[in-house]
């Protein structure tokens, strides 16, 4: 088994791009390699032309690291963290503490930069972590999940910050599980999948493939639905997704669909217990690149082995 | 898997500075923590005045007074209890990520286990200087003299410093901090209470004196004791340089490969 599988891309230098997949997908793997904690088995990569095995040091030195495995030591204080980053990029003092300082105001974390990180809210902790990564001014940054388990007023705050800084000339690149957030910061995005690229583009290429509202209808039972299904068939390009009583459709016009889906289904006496529109998920993107379930171990067991029982 | 490339060598002088943020993170670390500032110097303490009030009265030593005998072997033992701090705090770094976050630095490769065991030396300097005062406080007379007390001294921490390389490679091979704690049980309880720390070896069963007489910290604690006491060293300075230089020698090594592999 390997982690990753003839996986080649580019990261164009000033933007975000994104890598977006499920759990084991291979991103961590990716971000470990591109970041020198782990060698390739075999292929090479280049950071800011810099091999990352030849040359690790040289790529250390032109890479921040946040994220979900990059971490803050909680018994120190926020400043006392920053600091000792940046001296370990090897900054001299008077640089380190201007850089600190600057940082933390940045962040909105002056008035806590005395304090032991320990008393940090996560977001606060996401953000320290983030400004240890920026200490040293890296032309790249790494961040691997950096809102997962984040509540969403600090997504948001750390989603901000992140469009500050590639405005400001930085190159990032972004791991995550969520559609939502490759789709604000991401110009280019690659889809993994069990250590390979299923799919690569814009992310508003990749939700034009996708469409761009998932319309999700719930029957009364499962023979309604069956029947809706049929009833429905041309509503969307890609054919339906059945699970039980709950048939969905990836669909262009959200509000014009669901209309004319209601009216068929009132005019044929077929009865809804519920109608939902969303934006398309992870879960929705792989169902429609791959057929399985972001969450799948095997491609398209649940489907097979559990008819109906598949819904979340 | 193999290892992402070393540092360029020649910089020497990154490496020192790397390993003094390192310690001086380690050490902050310790002044932070209220539990592991009372088991580097509370617990030590509480030690002398168990052994010296309760304990002592009944235990009959060769050097007379009892004290004198106790104090040099709470300073090796303090050592190496002090150790298991550094086993659980590489596991815990490992745990939470920080390890990750220093192998994607341009730092020496070196630093965090030459920080941490560095700190650790700190740490016993200063336990040094508190169990002496506290020692002096409670009847301790070093009749060697000043210039032995500081061989004793320089043996000591030269000793520990070895362990805490042992310690670092146990931190480095456990799961997490509860089983790096766990694992140094084992370790520590036969090799300081089975020893010459807190009585004579003479006194035990015939079968657990040959490991009790003849095992490193038994040696140290002779070595130790003697120096500072005045009295026949006999193989016990060389035997504990030996014992020190050849677990360096083998542990360094061995926790430095570890931590290479460690992620």
């Known amino acids: 088994m390997h982690a990753l599988d003839d996986v080649s891309l580019r990261v164009p230098r000033g933007e975000v791009f994104g890598l977006l997949g499920p759990n084991g997908s291979g991103k961590t793997t990716m971000i470990r390699i591109l970041s020198t904690i782990l060698a390739p088995e075999s292929g090479s990569a280049t950071v800011n032309g810099f091999d990352v095995v030849h040359e690790a040091n040289a790529v250390r030195r032109s890479i921040g690291l946040a994220g979900q495995y990059a971490t803050v030591d909680e018994n120190l204080t926020g400043f006392e963290n920053l600091r000792m980053i940046g001296r370990l990029n090897h900054l001299d003092r008077p640089t380190v503490k201007r850089r600190a300082n600057e940082l933390l105001e940045q962040f909105g974390l002056t008035d806590a930069a005395t304090r032991n990180v320990k008393t940090y809210s996560g977001g606060m902790r996401r953000r320290l972590d983030l400004a240890a990564a920026l200490v040293a001014t890296p032309p790249l940054l790494i961040l691997d999940e950096p809102t997962t388990g984040l509540d969403p007023q600090s997504r948001q705050d750390l989603w901000a910050i992140i469009e500050q800084l590639v405005e400001d000339g930085t190159t990032v690149l972004l791991t995550t599980q969520y559609l939502e957030e490759a789709d604000r910061l991401a110009k280019q995005l690659v889809v993994l999948d069990h250590g390979r690229i299923i799919a690569q583009g814009t992310s508003q290429e990749l939700k034009t493939r996708l469409g761009a509202t998932v319309l999700s209808l719930n029957f009364e039972s499962t023979d309604g639905a069956v029947r809706g299904a049929v009833l429905l068939a041309d509503l969307a390009a890609k054919p339906a997704n059945i699970e039980g009583t709950v048939v969905e459709y990836t669909v262009d016009g959200g509000p014009a669909s669901a209309a004319d889906a209601l009216r068929r289904l009132d005019g044929a006496g077929i009865a809804l217990a519920g109608l939902a529109l969303r934006e398309p998920s992870l879960d929705d993107v792989f169902l429609s690149l791959t057929g399985h379930r972001a969450e799948d171990a095997t491609p398209g067991e649940t489907n097979l082995d559990n008819p109906g029982k598949g819904r979340r | ?263």
Request: net charge positive.
């Open chain 2, 1 to 263: 898997m193999t290892a992402p490339s070393q540092a360029p060598k020649g910089n020497l002088r990154w490496a020192v500075s790397d390993i003094a943020t390192i310690a001086r993170r380690n050490l902050l670390t310790l002044i932070r923590i209220p539990i592991s500032l009372v088991f580097a110097v509370i617990q030590p303490v509480m030690f002398v005045l168990l052994f010296r009030y309760v304990f002592g009265g009944a235990i009959r030593v060769p050097t007379g007074q009892y004290v004198n005998f106790l104090i040099p072997g709470i300073l090796v033992q303090t050592t190496i209890f002090g150790a298991v701090g550094t086993a659980i705090g590489l596991a815990e770094d490992l745990q939470r990520g920080l390890i990750e976050r220093f192998r994607a630095l341009p730092m020496a490769r070196t630093a965090v286990l030459g920080g941490r065991t560095v700190a650790d030396l700190a740490r016993n300097v200063l336990v040094l200087v508190v169990i002496t005062v506290v020692g002096i406080a409670v009847g301790f007379r070093p009749h060697g003299g000043i210039g032995p007390y500081i061989e004793a001294s320089l043996l000591m921490l030269f000793f520990a410093y070895a362990i805490s390389w042992g310690f670092a490679f146990v931190g480095l091979t456990a799961p997490n901090s509860e089983t790096a704690q766990a694992m140094t049980f084992p370790i520590i309880f036969p090799i300081t209470f089975a020893s010459s720390i807190f009585v004579p070896v003479r006194t035990m069963p015939s079968w657990l004196q040959d490991f009790a007489r003849n095992q490193p910290v038994s040696q140290a604690a002779d070595a130790v004791r003697g120096l500072m006491l005045g009295r026949p060293t006999g193989n016990s300075v060389w035997l504990t340089l030996v014992w020190g230089f050849g677990a360096l020698v083998i542990l360094a090594p061995l926790a430095t490969m570890r931590y290479r592999k460690a992620a």
